[in-house]
């Protein structure tokens, strides 16, 4: 019998929701910790506290940004267990390299990693029998920021084919209906894809044009946000052909031409 405790991170914000969800995977006997957060001496405290009577096998990181991994190589030292992920990152130092399929032994059960490229090129989920840990790969309660547009559509659908049941999101609460949030995602990124190529046949000419016309109502703390994923769907849009893109700076005001196949 697994039990999945959260131990919510006191780091709560516009990028973070409520806070960082770390968790506790156990079998009573032997337990393996998944995103320790950022380095809070008081959260520290509580995981240590939470694991209780199991014996600690290994601590997990799913990315290396800054409210997930950079308390793991503190927290494996504590414990004195091995620190995994994908790949070294800003505070971040692997004892072991994890690929995808590679297992996480915790005793008598086993997490085995799966790489889902698109929010970060180093992210993994976790699956244990129809659980998967989800990072923020998928979010609970909002959608995801993505560095690689094309890839994360590929995740997102290798997710869906393997078909875990419940999800468990590094923000946001627990996701009971696995395959219809996923579906969801999908569905939320075609509906963007749609709504930019539509804002520049209307006649937006520059990255500003297109956030104006597809972000109107986000909020200023998220603007640079937004031009970063509008940005980043271009380039997927653009390398699917489906959009010519003549570059004319990083700025979301410099003279882009956008112009529609
Ligand atoms: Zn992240």
Redesign the pocket.
């Known amino acids: 019998m697994i039990r999945i405790r959260r131990v919510l991170a006191p780091n709560p914000g516009p990028y973070t929701g409520p806070g960082t969800n770390t968790y506790l995977v156990s079998d009573g006997v032997s337990a393996v910790v998944i995103d320790p957060g950022p380095i809070i001496e008081s959260h520290l405290r509580t995981i240590v506290r939470e694991l209780g009577d199991a014996e600690p096998a290994a601590v997990v990181v799913t990315?290396t940004?800054p409210?997930?991994a950079p308390a793991a190589n503190p927290l494996g030292e504590r414990l004195n267990v091995p620190v995994l992920g994908h790949s070294p990152g800003p505070g971040f130092r692997p004892d072991r390299r994890l690929a995808d399929g590679d297992e996480i032994e915790g005793g008598a059960f086993s997490l085995i990693a799966v790489h889902t490229p698109g929010?970060?090129a180093d992210?993994l989920c976790f699956l244990i029998g129809d659980v998967l840990f989800t990072?923020?790969h998928i979010m609970g309660g909002s959608t995801v920021?993505i560095e690689d547009g094309a890839a994360y559509m590929r995740s997102l659908q290798r997710v869906l084919d393997l078909g875990p049941e419940r999800l468990y999101p590094?923000h946001g609460d627990e996701i009971p209906d696995a395959a219809d949030a996923v579906r969801e995602y999908i569905e939320h990124r075609r509906a963007r894809e749609l709504q930019i190529l539509d804002a520049i046949g209307a006649g937006a000419e520059t990255v500003r044009d297109v956030v104006d016309a597809v972000y109107a109502d986000v909020a200023p703390v998220l603007r640079p946000a937004a031009t970063r994923q509008v940005m980043v769907q271009l380039e997927k849009l653009e390398s699917e052909g489906r959009v010519r893109w003549a570059p004319g700076g990083a700025d979301e005001a410099a003279g882009l031409t956008l112009v529609e196949e």
């Open positions: 990315h940004h409210d997930h929010h970060a992210h990072g923020d920021v590094g």
